[in-house]
């Protein structure tokens, strides 16, 4: 009779871990890096981001765990701490996620931001049938007259072709015509935003997308720490061709280059130049070095002071947010910060969470959700 109770408990664990085997296993990736500062403003730093998709995986892992076995990796390159993650890095890595798991288990998915440089998987996830999911970047690959990707859903909040469509509907306008972008190399690897317009804009002017052809697109290349005397000379060699100028790099190093042109009598009229920013009333495009914008004054009642900007000769293209806040977000946003700080020892600016992380956790959501449908619809099949 013992022996027969053991037996049966035995079949009985056994017979519960098959069941639990038995579901769907879909492996989920998402590509970053780790950067060594401990609060870091780089927008590729899993320490940013990782925060807000933490929390919706486990949403959807509880949400749907009668259903998906789901697992997640980071993939990481020790190493690519510091610096941009390059095309071939997010090739590798990729790649090895399809290889390691194709054939062993019921779908796999990439889970990204969609920025530049991890926009070459979207070729990879298109050709291999894995579903790419993008929270805030272009919704289909760079390149001009690229077919869109049927493997993937996109959030798009900031997407590349429409900022493009607008830039180049403003320049051409106005009759600008011949533009030069100035390019900080000492900030512009952290620059999330910056990085990816200026390598949209390299991608589709000076004639390589045949219908903006028009658009003459110079890139003059710069150190914000240099002195004040090598940053003249770089004006002044861009003032001998082009009066329209893009800066692309952090707030510090933009304010640098605008006080420079001041100096220089750049400022009357004769010049424009455009910035970028997330938020006119959020984040400057440094995130944390906000002294550099602050003109609002400290007696008026603003729950953060209102950005400034020391010359009227430049333009701000501001990308507003699509987040308002309610009390679900005010919750998240602080599940975000504690979440954060807990597990990636990471503080945010002035608690201020950046809205492409709110988009990761949305991603998160309405990946779920296509993967539910699939699931119904196609009766077991996940490509």
């Given at each position: 009779m013992l022996c027969k109770l053991i037996l049966i408990a035995v079949l009985g664990v056994n017979k519960l871990h098959t069941g639990y085997s038995t579901l769907p296993h879909i492996a989920l990736a998402t590509i970053g890096?780790?950067?060594?500062e401990v609060n870091t403003t780089n927008f590729d730093a899993l320490q940013l981001g990782g925060a807000g998709l933490d929390l919706g995986l486990k949403f959807i892992i509880q949400r749907y765990k009668n259903t998906f076995n789901f697992s997640h990796t980071y993939l990481v390159k020790e190493g690519r701490g510091t610096v941009t993650l390059l095309e071939d890095d997010v090739s590798e890595m990729a790649g090895k996620f399809i290889f390691q798991h194709e054939g062993r288990v019921a779908g796999m998915a990439l889970l990204s931001p969609c920025s530049q440089e991890n926009n070459h998987i979207l070729l990879m996830t298109r050709e291999s049938r894995v579903l790419l999911g993008c929270s805030a970047g272009t919704s289909k690959f760079g390149k001009p007259g690229e077919p869109a990707n049927p493997q993937q859903f996109s959030l798009s909040l900031y997407s590349g072709t429409v900022?493009?469509?607008?830039?180049?509907?403003?320049?051409t306008r106005n009759g600008w015509t011949n533009v030069a972008a100035l390019v900080d190399l000492r900030s512009i690897a952290a620059e999330y935003m910056c990085r990816g317009i200026h390598r949209l804009l390299q991608q589709n002017f000076n004639a390589v997308n045949p219908s903006?052809?028009?658009i003459r697109y110079n890139v003059v290349s710069f150190d914000s720490g240099a002195s004040q005397t090598e940053l003249k000379?770089?004006?002044?060699?861009?003032?001998?061709?082009?009066?329209?100028?893009?800066?692309?790099?952090?707030?510090?190093?933009?304010?640098?280059?605008l006080r420079t042109a001041k100096k220089l009598g750049m400022t009357n009229g004769e010049y424009v130049f455009f910035m970028l920013t997330f938020s006119r009333h959020g984040f400057s495009l440094d995130n944390q070095d906000d002294s550099w914008w602050k003109v609002t004054d400290t007696n008026v009642d603003l729950s953060f002071p209102l950005r400034g900007y020391v010359s009227p000769a430049a333009v701000v293209i501001s990308l507003r947010t699509p987040y308002v806040m309610t009390p679900f977000l005010a919750q998240l946003r602080q599940d975000i910060i504690q979440n954060a700080l807990r597990n990636y020892n990471f503080t945010y600016a002035k608690n201020e969470v950046p809205t492409f992380v709110y988009a990761g956790y949305d991603m998160c959501l309405i990946y779920g959700q296509v993967r539910e449908t699939t699931f119904s619809e196609k009766n077991m099949r996940y490509d």
């Amino acid at each position: 009779m013992l022996c027969k109770l053991i037996l049966i408990a035995v079949l009985g664990v056994n017979k519960l871990h098959t069941g639990y085997s038995t579901l769907p296993h879909i492996a989920l990736a998402t590509i970053g890096i780790k950067v060594p500062e401990v609060n870091t403003t780089n927008f590729d730093a899993l320490q940013l981001g990782g925060a807000g998709l933490d929390l919706g995986l486990k949403f959807i892992i509880q949400r749907y765990k009668n259903t998906f076995n789901f697992s997640h990796t980071y993939l990481v390159k020790e190493g690519r701490g510091t610096v941009t993650l390059l095309e071939d890095d997010v090739s590798e890595m990729a790649g090895k996620f399809i290889f390691q798991h194709e054939g062993r288990v019921a779908g796999m998915a990439l889970l990204s931001p969609c920025s530049q440089e991890n926009n070459h998987i979207l070729l990879m996830t298109r050709e291999s049938r894995v579903l790419l999911g993008c929270s805030a970047g272009t919704s289909k690959f760079g390149k001009p007259g690229e077919p869109a990707n049927p493997q993937q859903f996109s959030l798009s909040l900031y997407s590349g072709t429409v900022i493009l469509d607008f830039i180049y509907a403003l320049l051409t306008r106005n009759g600008w015509t011949n533009v030069a972008a100035l390019v900080d190399l000492r900030s512009i690897a952290a620059e999330y935003m910056c990085r990816g317009i200026h390598r949209l804009l390299q991608q589709n002017f000076n004639a390589v997308n045949p219908s903006m052809e028009y658009i003459r697109y110079n890139v003059v290349s710069f150190d914000s720490g240099a002195s004040q005397t090598e940053l003249k000379r770089t004006l002044q060699t861009t003032s001998q061709t082009n009066r329209i100028v893009f800066i692309f790099g952090s707030g510090k190093a933009i304010m640098l280059i605008l006080r420079t042109a001041k100096k220089l009598g750049m400022t009357n009229g004769e010049y424009v130049f455009f910035m970028l920013t997330f938020s006119r009333h959020g984040f400057s495009l440094d995130n944390q070095d906000d002294s550099w914008w602050k003109v609002t004054d400290t007696n008026v009642d603003l729950s953060f002071p209102l950005r400034g900007y020391v010359s009227p000769a430049a333009v701000v293209i501001s990308l507003r947010t699509p987040y308002v806040m309610t009390p679900f977000l005010a919750q998240l946003r602080q599940d975000i910060i504690q979440n954060a700080l807990r597990n990636y020892n990471f503080t945010y600016a002035k608690n201020e969470v950046p809205t492409f992380v709110y988009a990761g956790y949305d991603m998160c959501l309405i990946y779920g959700q296509v993967r539910e449908t699939t699931f119904s619809e196609k009766n077991m099949r996940y490509d």
